[in-house]
């Protein structure tokens, strides 16, 4: 393995660990501060972390990477958070890990509809196989009631979910055109810019105490910014499919995260769903990767 695969591998893991972190960071912050004004500041923050590594580089866009580059702030950096931390308010962080694993399959159904990707039969299986556990984690398995008496949380997070998905195609454009920390850095800026518009505009108060901003520098230069970085590096140098491969790790880490520093109990329906899920990823990543073997 060349050094270059050993850097995308080892950012793959490293964007896996950050992210599957968030939720539990975020859990006790966003029950004191409204998750809109959280949204804001995180992305404001990972634009200001990464301002200094993108200043030595030097950019030059198309007018069409432009619109790319605002599509994917408004999806992936203002709608995409403020929904998941509305869903992750309204559920547990480990609920909130697993359900991370959606963005996975979403990805590949948008890469079917706009790249013109083709799912061969083991890929259906594989949806069917993430969309079970999905099920699985939002009824517990419990179909006697109205789907109004499901937790509206999760369909926070699903929604997010699908607009993070849209915004790693989106991204695929023009991360090859870009340095990733000038990337992260107007991303994160032009995103955390349109929510903090927001907050002023519905007039929300600026209600944060000094104990909370650590958690609320450490969810935004780590949790966003970091997992981001890593995540667009190891992009760079393994491409996609083993990129996702590794990364839906995320809510294994997650998991942990919410058991050890939360002490949230991990459900054998939790447990079922996650295995579930990584099968039906590992399945559609393991097809994929050997497609890409056979056309190099």
């Known amino acids: 393995m060349n050094k270059s695969a050993i850097i995308g591998y080892t950012s793959a893991l490293l964007a896996a660990v950050l992210f599957g972190s968030v939720p539990t960071i975020a859990k006790p912050v966003i029950s004191d501060i409204n998750v809109l004004l959280v949204s804001s500041i995180a992305y404001l923050i990972a634009a200001l972390t990464f301002t200094p590594i993108?200043?030595?580089?030097?950019?030059?866009?198309?007018?069409?990477?432009y619109i790319v580059l605002?599509?994917?702030?408004?999806?992936?950096?203002?709608?995409?958070p403020?929904?998941?931390?509305?869903g992750l308010h309204q559920s547990s962080a480990a609920d909130t890990s697993l359900l991370s694993n959606v963005e996975i399959m979403f990805t590949v159904l948008f890469g079917l509809l706009f790249f013109k990707e083709r799912l061969r039969p083991v890929g259906f299986i594989s949806v069917a196989l993430v969309l079970s556990g999905v099920v699985i984690i939002t009824t517990n398995l419990q179909f006697s009631g109205s789907l109004l008496h499901l937790n509206a949380g999760h369909f926070f997070i699903l929604g997010s979910m699908a607009l993070w998905a849209l915004d790693n195609n989106l991204s695929r454009i023009i991360a090859t055109r870009i340095d990733t920390a000038r990337l992260v850095q107007l991303k994160s800026a032009i995103?955390?810019?349109?929510?903090?518009?927001t907050v002023?505009?519905?007039?929300?108060?600026?209600?944060?105490?000094a104990s909370q901003i650590p958690q609320v520098i450490l969810l935004s230069a780590v949790g966003f910014?970091?997992?981001l970085y890593f995540f667009l590096q190891s992009l760079k140098r393994i491409g996609t499919i083993r990129t996702i491969m590794i990364f839906s790790m995320a809510s294994v880490f997650g998991l942990v995260f919410?058991?050890?520093f939360l002490h949230e109990q991990i459900s054998a329906y939790q447990a079922g769903a996650i295995a579930i899920?990584?099968?039906?990823?590992?399945?559609?990543n393991r097809k994929e990767s050997m497609k890409e073997k056979l056309e190099t």
């Open 82 to 86: 403020y929904l998941y931390f509305l």
């Open 258 to 260: 919410a058991s050890v």
């Open 191 to 197: 995103g955390g810019l349109i929510l903090l518009a």
């Open 225 to 227: 910014g970091g997992s």
């Open 277 to 284: 899920m990584l099968t039906g990823i590992y399945m559609i």
């Open 54 to 65: 993108a200043r030595k580089t030097k950019t030059v866009l198309a007018k069409k990477d």
């Open 200 to 209: 002023f505009l519905l007039g929300i108060p600026f209600d944060i105490k």
């Open 70 to 80: 605002v599509a994917i702030s408004i999806c992936g950096a203002a709608v995409a």
